[in-house]
């Protein structure tokens, strides 16, 4: 008898599966303390089949029904700690937010940004370049009146905007995310862009589509198994392309800032990084460098756009499935604002219905539903196990949002959660669309502030109406739950606004 035929495929796999256990066994050699236990992994592709690349939080929401609130999941060959629910994602990044502070792997942009910037940075480089942007945000008017006239006048750049279409249907992702990546132009470059403007627009679309990429199967495939995938073809090296642009965009204004910089007379973020650079230029240990620049002005371009502009659209969407929720928040508007004057940030403590809306929506919408991966920065112990250093760590933020200890009917709309028996607003600590703890988003205090007086300066202006029913043909069906499923990042392009337009008109 011939076995050769079976033999061969038969010892090509067994050589394979020894190669990832010594692989596995190499990089694994560091995590030897006492993992959580989860499902059990392959060779190479580790728990790839227990899980739904399209809606990869979903399916871990799902397996710690098996493997309870903290367990290992293999993403490939390396080990990742997912945390469930409220009490297990508080008890680290809050009670330990020291262990849990590190940035866990993120292949596809650590192969762009190489640890520089803050976002993706850990140990000493992070805590100054982090420290720097916050203060030096916090210069250029933070949570200060200045950033708020800023944003005030870009949502009456985007009224003019929306005026413009007459009441006809139109779908307002673009002028939106336009407006929205004006108001940290101008914190990082001092200066906005016309909403024509080519050169903005297509940073913009580099942005978009990097989006979509990497939350799509090849981003998410990326992530799993960088090495493989650098050599195979396919659209995953777009994102490269894409990056690379920005980055040249983002060089292109350094040059120009440091041809009339003045050191007494900061114009911009660029400026401050730029003179830090000057003033630690003989420090060979000195975090502030050219690359570092060009990082930590992505992140807070790439960080600043998206996810804002994407709240504000789900927003929209949410207020036009509710119609009753989004006449009490006009009612509002009406009542403590008025048609004469522009909304400002003194408004919000006055309007409590619309903060829990707006806390509501963040809740439900979950864009950014398994945060950023974490890592614990040293062997950590938690919850009777021993999480050894550089471990990487999914905090799953959706679990935390549809945690029915925390939030009554949690899959269900409902501005109530953030409502107290008066009225009042009522803030929850397992409100966390930031995430928690040391590396809190960045630009939360900014995000809060933009969506606030966008949101209120249109409903100030016009009502939303879907061009089709918002339920489809069932008026009862719940809207879906916006999904994001690449690990460890993923924000899905929401779901066209019902049927593609929107009517404005007030
Ligand atoms: C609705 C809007 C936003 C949401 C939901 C959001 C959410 C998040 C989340 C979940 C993280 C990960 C935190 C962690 O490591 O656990 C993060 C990090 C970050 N965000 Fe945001 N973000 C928003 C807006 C912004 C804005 C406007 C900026 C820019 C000013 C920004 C800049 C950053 C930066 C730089 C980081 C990295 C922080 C670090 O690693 O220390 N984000 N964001």
């Avoid at 090296?237 to 060089?251: G, S, T």
Wanted: glycine fraction near 8%.
């Amino acid at each position: 008898m011939d076995f050769s035929g079976a033999i061969t495929p038969a010892l090509l796999l067994l050589c394979l599966s020894c190669l990832v256990l010594y692989l596995n066994g190499k990089s694994g050699g560091r995590k030897s303390g006492k993992m959580p236990p989860g499902p059990a992994p392959l060779p190479f592709v580790g728990n790839l089949f227990q899980l739904d690349p399209k809606e990869m939080h979903r399916s871990l929401e799902k397996l710690s029904e098996s493997y309870g609130p903290i367990y290992t999941i293999h993403l490939g060959s390396l080990p990742y700690v997912v945390l469930c629910g409220y009490q297990a994602v508080k008890e680290a990044l809050v009670d330990q937010a020291d262990d849990f502070s590190g940035r866990g792997d993120f292949p596809v942009f650590y192969r762009f940004t190489r640890g520089n910037g803050i976002a993706f940075s850990n140990g000493e480089k992070w805590k100054v370049l982090r420290r720097f942007a916050l203060q030096t945000l916090k210069n250029f008017g933070m949570g200060t009146s200045s950033i708020e006239g800023r944003i005030q006048e870009e949502a009456q750049f985007l009224v003019q905007e929306f005026k413009k279409t007459g009441g006809a249907p139109f779908d307002p992702i673009n002028p939106v995310c336009r407006a929205v990546s004006n108001v940290i132009c101008a914190v990082v470059f001092g200066q906005r862009y016309e909403y024509q403007d080519a050169n903005f627009l297509t940073l913009l679309d580099h942005l978009n589509e990097n989006f979509k990429i990497m939350s799509s199967i090849w981003g998410e495939l990326y992530n799993i198994f960088p090495s493989l995938m650098d050599l195979l073809p396919g659209p995953h090296h777009q994102i490269f392309r894409n990056f690379e642009k920005l980055r040249q965009f983002i060089a292109e204004h350094i040059r120009c800032h440091q041809k009339d910089l003045d050191p007494d007379a900061p114009r911009d973020f660029i400026d401050c990084f730029l003179i830090r650079m000057e003033q630690e230029k003989q420090d060979p240990l000195s975090y502030f460098h050219t690359e570092t620049l060009v990082m930590t002005t992505h992140n807070l371009f790439f960080g600043g756009t998206e996810t804002t502009s994407t709240t504000l659209r789900y927003s929209f969407l949410i207020l036009m499935k509710h119609p009753e929720v989004a006449a009490r928040v006009h009612q509002e508007i009406d009542h403590v604002i008025g048609p004469g004057r522009p909304p400002c940030l003194a408004d919000r403590k006055h309007m409590p219905y619309t903060e829990a809306v707006l806390c509501e929506i963040q809740r439900y919408i979950s864009i950014l539903p398994m945060g950023l991966p974490r890592a614990v920065t040293r062997d950590t112990p938690f919850r009777g196990f021993l999480l050894p250093k550089g471990t990487n760590v999914i905090p799953l933020l959706s679990s935390v949002h549809y945690d029915p200890a925390q939030f009554k009917d949690p899959t269900a709309f409902n501005p109530d959660n953030f409502l107290d028996e008066n009225g009042a607003f009522k803030s929850s600590d397992a409100f966390m669309p930031f995430a928690p703890g040391k590396r809190i988003c960045l630009g939360a205090g900014l995000a809060r502030m933009e969506i606030f007086l966008f949101l209120t300066t249109i409903l100030q202006h016009f009502s939303l109406h879907p061009t089709v029913h918002p339920c489809g043909d069932r008026p009862d069906a719940p809207m879906h739950r916006p999904g994001q499923c690449s690990p460890p990042l993923r924000i899905q392009a929401p779901p066209s606004l019902a049927g593609g337009g929107t009517h404005t008109h007030r």
